[in-house]
């Protein structure tokens, strides 16, 4: 039996481990695609390319050239532009697709959060609360709206150096983090409020925050896309080998 051509949209913790699982599977012949954000990307096992396909037109084009015959969506729950142009792309070529959507963080007792519903609106929702000393652990390029909030000094943690950065101190390190260590940093820089995007997944931020009884501006995931979700690791394993 002719093997499954799989495309694999990653560039999250999950993706990396549904590559290294599908490597060497018989049934399976695995490309993983990374849009190339960072500069020093961790590659995934077996086939993979990187960069954007060039919109939903390129996906298109890619996925005939390749001769995908399944697309399984397992990019983070806030690429919600790639969801979109796979789910377009796909339905135009009416090929399954799949989205691999890591259950959302929730609050438990002794969390304080503030929940907000984008970007844009945790900025506003910053400028007329107390805070003073933020940790700020949003995406290099989500910076903007914060940068001119000189009343305030920000710990901003990424990946890869941010184009603009809020006042205050810079930090580049990449995860997975631990809760003890989370909650000495935040003590060492006196912080009060944490920002972080509702991303779901290993939380140690969010322990050490509860911990120390520090606010969190949450902003909520955007609606995820139509057709199948797959909350598990195991789930998408099965359905990106399956019949
Ligand atoms: P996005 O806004 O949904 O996508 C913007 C464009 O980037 C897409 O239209 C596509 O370009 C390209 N792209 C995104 N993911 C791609 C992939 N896996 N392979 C090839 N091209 C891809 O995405 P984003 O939020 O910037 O995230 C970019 C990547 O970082 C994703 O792979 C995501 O899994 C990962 N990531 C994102 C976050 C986050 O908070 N957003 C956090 C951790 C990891 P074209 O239109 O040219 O095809």
């Not at 990307?41 to 390319?49: D, E």
């Not at 890591?102 to 438990?108: D, E, I, K, L, S």
Request: one cysteine or more; hydrophobic letters at 45%.
């Amino acid at each position: 039996m002719a093997r499954r051509r799989l495309l694999l949209l990653g560039g999250t913790a999950e993706a990396y481990r549904l590559a290294r699982e599908l490597e060497h599977d018989p049934r399976v012949d695995c490309l993983s695609s990374l849009a190339g954000r960072t500069a020093d990307p961790a590659l995934p096992a077996g086939r993979y390319r990187i960069g954007g396909f060039g919109g939903v037109a390129g996906l298109v084009d890619f996925l005939r050239q390749e001769g995908i015959d399944r697309v399984l969506d397992a990019t983070h729950p806030f690429a919600a532009q790639m969801a979109r142009h796979a789910a377009e792309a796909c339905a135009a070529l009416t090929i399954p697709r799949a989205k691999l959507w890591r259950p959302a963080w929730v609050p438990t007792p002794g969390d304080r959060w503030l929940p907000v519903p984008s970007i844009p609106a945790a900025a506003d929702f910053l400028r007329t609360h107390p805070a003073k000393r933020i940790f700020m652990t949003l995406g290099r390029k989500e910076l903007a709206p914060f940068i001119d909030m000189t009343d305030k000094w920000f710990l901003t943690r990424t990946v890869d150096p941010p184009p603009a950065l809020p006042p205050g101190q810079l930090i580049l390190a990449r995860g997975p983090f631990q809760p003890e260590a989370e909650k000495r940093l935040m003590q060492a820089n006196g912080i009060d409020l944490l920002v972080t995007k509702n991303s779901g997944g290993a939380a140690a931020k969010l322990a050490a925050a509860a911990e120390l009884h520090i606010p969190v501006l949450m902003v909520e995931r955007p609606a995820p896309p139509e057709g199948p979700l797959l909350a598990a690791i195991s789930d998408a394993l099965a359905w990106a080998r399956g019949a």
